[in-house]
């Protein structure tokens, strides 16, 4: 046993219905008195509904996918114009984005209200967008001070996006057992989010308004983001960052089809996470708790079904190849990877081997 | 789901044999000159050969148990007058207990190196004794901004110490369950926490100089801190605080002796608490992984062992209620705990009622 952890300073609330009381405790304690909301069109309502007790300065609505750096800077103007002192944002990761964008430069607080299974709130990760290029990077500053998750703001999350997301926040568990800076502490945050996910996303399925379902759902992409942001990115995170960027596959889909392969190709190699997963799932092999998952869940099953070609197979390969950590638990060589991608072309059963 | 947890920021650095050079890297990281090192005579030895590579201003061996405030003034002025920057404290709770008192007033970083399974390293719980009387409080000021772990600082604790000192993390863990303020991200600490100490306590009997037992142990013993420290003390803790205090019975076994009853009594009450222990112990009941880990730790058994006398339980009784937390999972009457109380007297078997 190795390894060194940072614990992120952080304080979470927790309770449906309760984000309006939460929001004005909190903005109490953290003494501010002129508060940002920051929250896309789309948003304005439910964050109305939320933010009627606090000493609101300004509203901002400037929120952009992937925070280009004029909006940023727009962020940042209005914050100082309205002499902020804290900021609130209300919405998903593009809104949570913008919020550390303007607290990267300011130092303004963040108290942050997801209303999606992002789970940029969690973490010390910032991105911006110079024309088509993303940059990211860590910055201890722009990790909310306080998280305020309120299960009742998702409740109207579309069913396919939720299970989409629920499934990335899936991916970010069982990758980070085996990631670079993989360790006890965050196998024990992935597996508690995936006991989380594998409760909570059926429910939310079989019944859109089940508030325990969704509660369970928006605790687990919670715990999700604080072990894959700790633990790193892993061989299942490198191969669908590849297929996304070259083949412009979608990115939930993607991540839904490949999973059960590189559980399949990895779990073998290391048995300590092996047994985590399938402890998670209470399945005596973990991939039978993932592909019983996912039939619950009618969720994508083979890469062909999102354009991706046969052909494209090879050159895949070879371009992920580079990008496999060499901290994986099991050596992988091109030919691994070109059989692993066929699989997922196909939806072959991955307990076949891959 | 509804909780607000605060989570506390730290780094814990975790490998066997690497104290001297995490501890060399940490306080290059917090660009510390001037070093403090705290430890007692006891671990003088200890402490000498990790911080070989350390740039030390003054040693510091004045450590006295629960921390006497002429003690903790001495340190005090001994940090002062040397113009510490950083205090590195080696040794058990005690120790470390001085550190955070001197952290208190100076503001001073530590890094803290235990070498028990105390647990003080992972709190902002500090205390001080006047007299005969111990003040606690909490204070973030005095959580250490380091944790360096290294289990073979550990061999050398001897074997009875180590069980008792290890059943007594496992007793944070179990009470933290039903804490007050217990939530989710508590309870997954202490499971992790309770499947670390099943795994290590026996390794540590059978073979005290095996590292990986050792390992388990200490992880075990900072998860346990962790999620006890957050959720608070209940039902178990408040039994062996009155029982230790009126009737000057040993504070690790009577941990040992009263933890399986409570579980009992609380188990039944709490499905999801009894299913997330009984999953750690890999048991299909919570209290039978108790009672085999106690087997094969040869566990203390009754309180009558230890001079506890069976007509002080009706007085034992009356003296718990009114400390009894009242988010206890089921209500507690006086007679539940003469009943409670007669059994672990006897050393009853738990599993045939309290």
């Keep these: 046993m190795r390894f060194v952890h940072d614990n992120l300073p952080q304080r979470v609330c927790f309770g449906s219905g309760e984000a309006a009381a939460s929001l004005q405790r909190e903005i109490e304690n953290l003494k501010a008195s002129r508060v940002m909301v920051i929250a896309a069109e789309a948003e304005k309502d ?41 900021l609130v944002s209300v919405g998903g990761g593009s809104t949570t984005g913008l919020a550390k964008a303007i607290a990267m430069t300011t130092g303004l607080p963040i108290v942050a209200v997801p209303t999606t299974y992002a789970g940029s709130e969690a973490t010390t990760v910032w991105g911006l967008t110079r024309g088509a290029r993303k940059t990211t990077g860590i910055d201890p500053t722009v990790l909310p001070k306080v998280i305020v998750y309120d299960a009742t703001l998702t409740l109207t999350l579309p069913v396919p996006m939720s299970v989409a ?15 670079p800076n993989a360790d006890p502490i965050n196998a ?38 604080v072990a894959f942001a ?13 297929l996304g960027g070259a083949y412009n596959l979608p990115h939930a889909q993607t991540h839904a089809v490949v999973l059960p392969y590189v559980l399949a190709f990895n779990g073998a190699a290391t048995p300590e996470a092996e047994r985590r997963i399938a402890a998670a799932f209470g399945t005596s092999r973990a991939i039978d708790g993932l592909q019983d998952l996912r039939r619950e869940l009618d969720a994508p099953r083979a890469l062909l079904d999102y354009g ?13 190849l580079p990008a496999v950590p060499p901290s994986n638990p099991r050596p992988v060589t091109t030919g691994d990877l070109r059989r692993l991608l066929r699989a997922a072309w196909s939806g072959a059963d991955p307990r076949e081997g891959v």
Tied chains: 1, 2.
């Excluded at 509203?59 to 992937?66: A, G, L, N, P, R």
């Excluded at 700790?230 to 590849?242: D, E, N, R, Y």
């Excluded at 991706?308 to 992920?320: K, T």
Aim: charged fraction near 20%; charge should be negative; proline fraction near 4%.
């Design 308 to 320: 991706f070609a046969e052909e494209s197979i090879p050159e895949a390969a070879d371009a992920i």
């Design 165 to 179: 997301s629920g499934l990335n926040a899936l991916a970010h568990c069982v990758d980070s057992m085996w990631a």
């Design 230 to 242: 700790s633990a790193g990115s892993a061989l299942h995170h490198k191969i669908c960052h590849v």
């Design 46 to 86: 439910l964050a109305e509904g939320i933010t009627k007790n606090l000493p609101i300065a300004i509203w901002h609505e400037d929120v952009v996918m992937h925070v280009p750096v004029e909006v940023a800077e727009h962020g940042r103007q209005a914050a100082a114009a309205a002499q902020a002192d804290v």
């Design 188 to 225: 024990a945050f992935a597996a508690e989010g995936i006991r989380s996910l594998a409760d909570g996303l059926p429910r939310v399925v079989a019944e859109p308004f089940d508030l325990e379902g969704r509660e369970h759902a928006l605790y687990a992409a919670y715990l999700s983001a």
